[in-house]
Structure formats: structure tokens, C-alpha cells
């Protein structure tokens, strides 16, 4: 159940990371798909923001111990235990172009092409309602590494309103920290600050907000609303600093379908 999102450890991500209750057939398999839009900060530490269409698809196989979803990527649960889950863990990443870092920044920071990560995961639910784990990615075409740590609790529903909280904690190696917050002397030099260069550490803390309101049998509006706080390095960044802001929010709506 964590919303390890396209693009997170550190990227942007479609957020719509609440699999509704309401598409769980009885045997905990899931099929759910739908489309709708968010509105992201431009780049990772922005202070502006864009919007962006978004896709959502959530396919759960119990009986294979497979996971497949727009926000956690994809799962396979090797463990499969009462309450112990784990087994190797794959995401996608978005990077950044020109039009995300705007005039001051374009041609003077880099883009960053998307990547692949790739790892494992570990988590132990406590109840029905709540769990908690870990995950450690590297870039499968590079040498960023990323932790994320998480607690996610689902409350008791409001009327028709199906919602969870969940709190995460990420970092990041050097090279993850210097590819997404670094500053070259080159790019420095060109917009009057220092370099830098940071090293591994701290990178965000987030709540999220997910929710679930059915319209029909088969139908429902999925919303994620997130607040994330930049940390360390990341936060220290001239980039952020300067450019952007270390409070993130990211919201999404959407229309979902489910089976």
C-alpha cells in the first residue's frame, strides 16, 4: 500500500496512490483504470507549478503475489507472509526539460532524462489498516540510490469517503543528490551563486492525503493531496534557495474505472 510514486524517490509522480476499496474484488484482486489531472511543482524543489494530464491504473494479483500500479510501479511480493511482504521492486523516474525549469533556469541547469529504478522492498502489515516498510532503488542506468521508509493507516470510512494517511521519509546517495540539486561552477557562474555539491543524506519528508468517493458501481473520483518538506542537501541547494521553494505540494484528480 505505499505510494512510492512514478518519478519518487525524489521525481515527480502521477500521486494518484489510493487503490479504492471499492475495486477489490474478493480475492483481493484488483483492476482499476482512469485519467484526470495534477498539478505538480515544475521540477523537484520548484517553486512554480505545472499541470500536467495523468493516467492511473492499478492491477493487483494476490495469487501471483504481483502488484502492478501508476504509483508504486511495479511489486512482486516473493514473501508472502502473514503480515511480512517483500521481493524486488521496479519504478520509472521522471527527469526534467527545458519548459519545467522555465527562463532563468533553461540553459544554465541541466535536463535530466528519465531513468529506471530498480531494487527491493520490505513490508510488515500490522492490521488491515496498517503497515509500514521500506524500499532502496538504484538507477538502472546510472548511479543514483534512493531510501524511502513509510507508515500508511487507513481510517475508518466517511459515508461513501474511502481515504488514507501516509507519512514517508526519503534520501538519496551523492550522485542522486548532486544529479537533481548540484550546481557545476560552469552553471554557477552563470547564475551568480555558488557551487554545489552535495553529498548523501536527508532529501524530503511527506504526508499524503489519499481519497476514494465511488459515483456508481463501477466508478469514482480518486484525489491526492501532498505536502513535502526539502531536507539537508537538498533543501540547502542554491537551486532551491534561490529558484524554488523546500515546501512541495501536489495535487490530483482523476475519474477512475474499476472491474
Given at each position: 500500500m505505499p505510494s512510492v510514486r512514478l518519478g519518487a524517490p525524489v521525481a515527480l509522480t502521477l500521486l494518484l496512490a489510493f487503490a479504492p476499496m471499492a475495486a477489490r474484488a474478493d480475492d483481493g484482486t484488483v483492476t482499476a483504470f482512469g485519467a484526470g489531472v495534477?498539478?505538480?511543482?515544475?521540477?523537484?524543489?520548484?517553486?512554480?507549478?505545472?499541470?500536467?494530464p495523468v493516467l492511473f491504473f492499478d492491477i493487483e494479483r494476490p495469487d501471483l503475489g504481483l502488484a502492478l500500479s501508476s504509483s508504486d510501479g511495479v511489486r512482486w511480493?516473493?514473501?508472502?507472509?502473514?503480515?511480512?511482504?517483500?521481493?524486488?521492486?521496479?519504478?520509472?523516474?521522471?527527469?526534467?526539460?527545458?519548459?519545467?525549469?522555465?527562463?532563468?533556469?533553461s540553459g544554465n541547469v541541466p535536463t535530466l532524462a528519465p531513468r529506471?529504478?530498480?531494487?527491493?522492498?520490505?513490508?510488515?502489515v500490522f492490521t488491515p489498516q496498517l503497515d509500514a516498510g521500506a524500499q532502496l532503488s538504484h538507477d538502472t542506468d546510472g548511479a543514483g540510490a534512493?531510501?524511502?521508509?513509510?507508515?500508511?493507516?487507513?481510517?475508518?470510512?466517511?459515508?461513501?469517503?474511502?481515504?488514507?494517511?501516509?507519512?514517508?521519509?526519503?534520501?538519496?546517495?551523492?550522485?542522486?543528490m548532486r544529479r537533481f540539486f548540484g550546481l557545476s561552477a560552469a552553471a554557477a557562474q552563470a547564475l551568480q551563486t555558488s557551487t554545489w555539491a552535495p553529498g548523501a543524506g536527508s532529501q524530503m519528508v511527506a504526508l499524503e492525503y489519499d481519497a476514494f468517493l465511488p459515483t456508481g458501481e463501477h466508478t469514482g473520483l480518486a484525489l491526492a493531496?501532498?505536502?513535502?518538506?526539502?531536507?539537508?542537501?537538498?533543501?540547502?541547494?542554491?537551486?532551491?534557495?534561490?529558484?524554488g521553494a523546500r515546501n512541495q505540494v501536489t495535487a490530483s484528480l482523476a475519474f477512475v474505472y474499476h472491474l
Open positions: 495534477q498539478r505538480m511543482p515544475s521540477w523537484l524543489g520548484a517553486r512554480t507549478h505545472r499541470d500536467q511480493d516473493l514473501v508472502r507472509g502473514a503480515h511480512l511482504h517483500g521481493g524486488p521492486y521496479g519504478n520509472f523516474q521522471w527527469g526534467r526539460d527545458h519548459d519545467d525549469l522555465g527562463a532563468s533556469l529506471l529504478n530498480g531494487g527491493g522492498y520490505v513490508e510488515w534512493y531510501l524511502m521508509l513509510y507508515a500508511e493507516w487507513d481510517p475508518p470510512h466517511v459515508g461513501w469517503l474511502q481515504h488514507s494517511l501516509q507519512l514517508r521519509w526519503q534520501a538519496m546517495n551523492g550522485p542522486a493531496l501532498e505536502y513535502a518538506r526539502l531536507l539537508g542537501n537538498a533543501a540547502a541547494s542554491p537551486l532551491v534557495r534561490s529558484y
